[in-house]
T-cell receptor, first 118, second 115 residues
Framework: AQSVTQLDSHVSVSEGTPVLLRCNYS??????LFWYVQHPNKGLQLLLK??????LVKGINGFEAEFKKSETSFHLTKPSAHMSDAAEYFC????????????????FGTGTRLQVTL | NAGVMQNPRHLVRRRGQEARLRCSPM?????VYWYRQLPEEGLKFMVY????????ESGMPKERFSAEFPKEGPSILRIQQVVRGDSAAYFC?????????????FGQGTRLTVV
């Protein structure tokens, strides 16, 4: 079984300050982990993904996340927030199906709404 | 290479009508997933299909909902006799047939409103 907990439903930061969006996961297998962003009335865009390679993952738009197995965490960070970063962010886990090597279903967290103020 | 295409983008149905949502996966992708996003909530898995096969439908409501992914043409999510509680955004995603990278590419969603 797999699950994801996003610890904050809303985060508000000032433009130019660091962003931290927290995510903890639970997985029975070797997980793949993702962060997706959803802007209002838009689809989902992949920010970054972890698939058992480097534990520090760099994504688009200056975001990065660190996979910490001992803490079962995959927090999303950005050094300096921009107004355009205001959106909903989803942490997602996918168990690797060992037998087939294909993707199992994705399990989404409930989302963190990031607000960026001037 | 076009992305995952969903249509329509917006769909309004009266209670009791049928809703048909279409999803064309990315070229070369044979795995399709449907997710539902209720207002103020995350996405919830509904069903996972490969061509002509339903692999996992553990997230599908037991009644009124069905999905297919035929050999030719798009995947269809069908909701019969819609009720107000079916109002949501329905997202489709696709992924390649094989590979350890299980990234799924999402469409822009269909927003269903039941009036």
């Amino acid at each position: 079984a797999q699950s994801v907990t996003q610890l904050d439903s809303h985060v508000s930061v000032s433009e130019g300050t660091p962003v931290l969006l927290r995510c903890n996961y639970s997985s029975s297998y070797s997980p793949s982990l993702f962060w997706y962003v959803q802007h209002p009335n838009k689809g989902l865009q992949l920010l970054l993904k972890y698939t058992s390679a480097a534990t520090l993952v760099k994504g688009i738009n200056g975001f990065e996340a660190e996979f910490k197995k001992s803490e079962t965490s995959f927090h999303l960070t950005k050094p300096s927030a921009h107004m355009s970063d205001a959106a909903e962010y989803f942490c997602v886990v996918s168990d690797q199906l060992i037998n087939t090597g294909t993707a199992s279903k994705l399990t989404f967290g409930t989302g963190t709404r990031l607000q960026v103020t001037l | 290479n076009a992305g995952v295409m969903q249509n329509p983008r917006h769909l309004v149905r009266r209670r009791g009508q049928e809703a048909r949502l279409r999803c064309s996966p990315m070229k070369g992708h044979s795995h399709v997933y449907w997710y539902r996003q209720l207002p103020e909530e995350g996405l919830k898995f509904m069903v996972y299909l490969q061509k002509e096969n339903i692999i996992d439908e553990s997230g599908m409501p037991k009644e009124r909902f069905s999905a297919e992914f035929p050999k030719e043409g798009p995947s269809i999510l069908r909701i019969q006799q819609v009720v107000r509680g079916d109002s949501a955004a329905y997202f489709c995603a696709s992924s390649p047939r094989y590979g350890e990278n299980t990234e799924a590419f999402f469409g822009q969603g269909t927003r269903l409103t039941v009036v």
